[in-house]
């Protein structure tokens, strides 16, 4: 097997991480400070969900554990702080910053362990007070109800007036119709009594719900029927219009302004007599006519005549209007003043001036804009542009620079049947320009432009966004995109259902959201992308990769990931058959199978069950079953493993697995779980050859010693213990040498005694961020003390246990290239021991699960150097204690433990020193010796049997 070596700096920096994380943890003593409770109240109490318009709360309400400041931001902004009330339909996000209160503490907080009433989702990392509460979007701004009850503008009819057809206020709208029914562009009737139907519609943010039966009202009206509640709907009458007599008839019959049309004239559309105005509108073979009059062409007047205050068309006769040079088609009815007229045609086609003044296609330049070369063609005239710089006057081409001044020069050419002959000067306009000038009877035209705006970013048109790729089970996810030219970005994934955020490696048949935040490079700009313009590798365009018009802030939903393929090769829960033994019917389940298990003799093939008998062979038929995301397809050939077994095959593709194990007579295979005999020169030489990082405690120390004391040509590097200092806990300044050849590397996570799942926590955390594949073997122990009943959430060692065989088979999958092996906990002399029952159950579990590749401390410590075991006799009477010839303190000198680990300053304890027969569960320096050359023998062995294939 290739080994794996860790360098310098990474070293260095597991130490400083370490001694940073672990600055508040308790160390188990006499003269420790208090121990620190851990905050158990969940529910943080003063944070309620926001409600439009009210005010946010800046603080929870303290509790007897904690204290809190809330701040806010809107949720999916850009992370600004909030104040003030909060806005309508808008989501909010609480940002809750705990603080404990004396004698608790956040450290052994669970992630995601705090709640918040009314909140979507709320998070918390591990051992950390900030919790992060996501609110649903708060209610609309409702409509408000109107209360303008006096409708504005409707006024008694007079005779001769014109009726007004609507109304307006700030609140409403409305229409009005009147009856008897005035004709268009008529007049109130003499002596007439009118009644007006009114019809209001609500504006934007009123409403009429609300609005009382009988609520609107008409100044000097009579009510005919009120409206109904919530409705704008009424009817109001009028007294009767005052006798005619009181206004004049029209009487000017010839309608003056209307001419003859000429070719080349522009139209006229109003006209003014004494009496009365009126409008024309034009048409040509029944097609209404716009602009100037064409050549050899009839044309129509349809003329409406409106009396002047004083006047009314009451009393005109039929055929009363007439229109110099005209014919009349359609003569006016009585008391009305619509006619239509006709004129002959037009002359034939002669050069007409032009008149089209506004040169259209010319707009002020812009920065970074490409000048126009030509205007916009009209039915008069073409023209052609060349640009100046108006200061200099140097000649202009390409994009238009910033904070300039340009002048266009227009040059304009006539289209045929017009001339420039009788054109203005300073006639033509060009929209933006200042001032705009031509000579009398010239096209040629000077617009000179105010200068150009600042430089301005180009918006971006790169669609696709590279780099990110839809979410492979088991791949880790990309945290940035690959910049382009035009902008950056930043990836944050999350689960798409539910929302919860993601980090580490992809699950298998689960669909991810990337929230991608793009931001512009210098010269580009968000400004004008259009809504879902982004696209991204394997998620489909404009359905689930979506943004807002003139965002980066791009959301991409990616189909569900497939299954992972299992990749647990070793077989947990599957023992070597012994003779007496009971066969198991089910496996050790792991996250990614169960599986049950079928025995036969292997000889003939007979099945078995009932206790092993003696001298046998056995085959154990396990048939795996996937867990919920994983499946066996792509699992290779003979993959799976299983601890003692002489062979195990499966097929590709396959959980039938067939392990064979030799007869149950034979030898248990040389497991060096109690050898203590002498070290040979060939062990000594393959455990120097090996990476090993061991995660230890006090007895873990005491094994190093003695190794790096009885066995020079093996290196040891050890993190040291931990130091008092006026109360407090500082970690010792020490620096570790990198390690640049094998060695054995030992760290002391004494502090945290007591509290098991931290440790555990540590050990992966180093194995995932410091360690990874880099060594060859791997291992923790536990310390006496962390089988100490219920302590940190662990009741007792099942739940120890099962936390730690999870782990394990965590860091299996996660580093195949290391092998993990086990050590039991330490035990106590006696007289201390009344734990030592549950600490040997604890040692049970190890020694069934893990077999031959566990290092059995406790065995090793409690065989005395006779053979025989020691016992309890006054506590726990029977069951295995620490043997007092390698705990109790023999004769050596204190002095002989300060020495030098790795390069390191390491203060050596004085466990089993002359006086201090008070400790109870630590090794003398005879003890230390004998389990240091034990753990070589049995790292030596462990190379030989697996390492070495």
């Not at 409509?143 to 006024?155: F, Q």
């Not at 209404?288 to 009059?293: E, I, L, P, S």
């Not at 298998?508 to 700009?525: E, H, K, R, V």
């Not at 060594?775 to 936390?803: H, R, S, W």
């Amino acid at each position: 097997m290739k080994l794996k070596f860790l360098q310098n700096c990474a070293l260095a920096a597991f130490a400083a991480i370490l001694g940073l994380c672990f600055i508040s943890c308790p160390v188990s003593g006499p003269n420790d400070p208090p121990r620190l409770e851990i905050v158990t109240i969940n529910d943080i109490p003063g944070v309620t969900p926001p409600a439009t318009g009210e005010m946010p709360v800046t603080e929870i309400t303290g509790t007897e554990q904690y204290t809190g400041t809330v701040a806010w931001t809107i949720t999916g902004g850009d992370g600004s702080s909030h104040t003030g009330a909060f806005a309508a339909s808008t989501a909010y996000t609480a940002i809750i910053t705990l603080t404990a209160r004396d004698g608790y503490t956040m450290l052994g907080v669970n992630g995601d362990f705090f709640n918040v009433t009314g909140a979507d989702t709320v998070t918390n990392a591990a051992n950390s007070g900030v919790a992060i509460a996501d609110f649903p979007i708060t209610g609309a701004v409702p409509p408000v109800k109107i209360d303008i009850a006096a409708i504005p503008g409707v006024t008694v009819p007079a005779t001769g007036a014109v009726p007004v057809t609507t109304v307006n206020t700030d609140q409403y709208s409305g229409i009005i119709s009147w009856s008897p029914a005035v004709p268009a562009g008529g007049v109130f009737a003499a002596s007439t009594e009118y009644s007006a139907l009114i019809t209001l519609t609500a504006k934007s943010g009123y409403t009429l719900a609300g609005v009382e039966a009988d609520f609107f009202s008409v100044a000097d009206s009579t009510m005919v029927e009120g409206n109904a509640a919530n409705a704008g709907v009424l009817t109001v009458s009028f007294p009767k219009t005052e006798a005619g007599t009181s206004l004049i008839t029209i009487t000017d019959t010839a309608i003056p302004g209307v001419t003859a049309p000429v070719t080349g004239a522009i139209p006229v559309t109003e006209f003014e007599a004494v009496q009365y105005t009126g409008t024309v509108s034009w048409s040509a073979g029944g097609v209404v006519h716009t602009g100037v009059f064409a050549a050899s062409t009839v044309y129509d007047a349809a003329i409406t005549i409106l009396p002047k205050d004083g006047y009314t068309l009451l009393g005109v006769t039929a055929g009363f209007f007439t229109v110099a040079g005209s014919t009349v088609v359609t003569p006016n009815a009585a008391d009305s003043g619509v006619l239509t007229i006709t004129f002959q045609a037009t002359g034939a086609a002669g050069p007409t001036t032009i008149s089209i003044a506004d040169i259209q296609g010319i707009t002020a330049p812009v920065t970074g804009a490409m000048p126009a070369t030509a205007i916009t063609a009209t039915t008069q005239y073409t023209g052609s542009v060349a640009w100046t710089v108006t200061s200099g006057g140097a000649a202009h081409s390409g994009a238009f620079a910033a904070s300039t001044s340009y002048t266009a020069t227009i040059t304009l050419s006539p289209t045929t049947g017009f001339t420039l002959t009788g054109v203005a000067a300073d006639y033509f306009t060009v929209a933006g320009a200042n001032p705009v000038n031509n000579p009398v009877n010239s096209g040629e035209v000077t617009a000179v432009f105010p200068a150009t705006g600042p430089a301005v970013d180009d918006t971006i048109n790169i669609a696709a966004i590279p780099g990110v790729t839809a979410p492979v089970t088991g791949e880790t996810p990309v945290t940035a995109i690959t910049p382009t030219a035009q902008y950056t970005g930043t990836v944050e994934w999350t689960v798409t259902i539910g929302g919860a955020v993601h980090s580490g490696a992809f699950a298998a048949s689960t669909s991810y959201t990337a929230t991608i935040t793009l931001s512009p490079t210098a010269g580009f700009t968000l400004t004008g992308v259009t809504a879902d313009f982004f696209t991204v590798a394997g998620a489909p365009a404009g359905t689930t990769v979506n943004n807002a018009a003139d965002s980066g802030t791009v959301i991409a939903v990616f189909p569900a990931t497939v299954p992972a393929v299992i990749n647990i090769p070793d077989i947990p829960g599957v023992t070597r058959p012994a003779t007496g033994g009971s066969p198991v019917a089910v496996i050790t389940a792991t996250a990614q199978y169960t599986g049950t298990v079928e025995w036969t003799v292997t000889i003939g093939g007979a099945a078995h069950s009932g206790a092993f008998a003696a001298s046998t062979s056995y085959t154990a038929t396990i048939t795996l079953a996937p867990t919920a995301n994983y499946t066996l397809t792509g699992v290779a050939a003979d993959y799976f493993r299983v601890a003692q077994a002489t062979t195990v095959t499966n097929a590709a593709g396959s959980g039938v697995v067939t392990a064979v194990f030799p007869d149950t007579s034979a030898p248990a295979g040389g497991a060096p779980w109690t050898d203590t005999d002498p070290l040979t020169s060939a062990e000594i030489t393959t455990v120097a050859a090996l990476k090993v990082f061991f995660a230890h405690a006090s007895v873990g120390e005491n094994t190093l010693f003695g190794l790096n004391r009885s066995v020079s040509e093996i290196t040891v590097y050890n993190a040291p213990r931990w130091a008092h200092e006026n109360g407090l806990m500082h970690y010792l300044n020490v620096t570790i040498n990198g390690l640049d050849h094998p060695a054995i590397v030992g760290y002391d996570m004494g502090p945290l005694n007591m509290y098991p799942e931290t440790k555990m926590t540590v050990f992966e955390s180093a194995m995932d961020d410091i360690v990874q594949n880099n060594v060859d073997i791997a291992f923790m122990k536990f310390c006496p003390l962390d089988i100490q009943g219920t302590i940190n959430g662990y009741a007792n060692e099942a739940a120890m246990f099962t936390a730690y065989s999870e782990m394990i088979a965590r860091l299996k999958v996660k580093h195949p290239d290391v092998f993990f092996v086990h050590a039991t906990l330490p035990l106590y002399r006696d007289g201390n021991n009344w734990q030592n029952p549950n600490r040997e159950i604890f040692n049970g579990w190890l020694r069934d699960t893990y077999g031959e590749l566990v290092f059995d401390v406790a065995a090793i410590e409690s065989i005395r150097s006779d053979g025989t075991t020691a016992v309890g006799v006054t506590v726990a009477n029977g069951h295995k204690v620490l043997a007092d010839e390698w705990g109790r303190p023999n004769n050596i000198a204190a002095t002989e433990f300060l020495y030098s680990l790795g390069g390191g300053a390491s203060i050596g304890n004085t466990y089993g020193a002359a006086g201090n027969d008070g400790d109870t569960n630590h090794l003398n320096i005879d003890g230390q010796n004998r389990m240091g050359q034990s753990l070589v023998k049995f790292l030596a062995w462990v190379s030989d049997e697996y390492l070495q294939n």
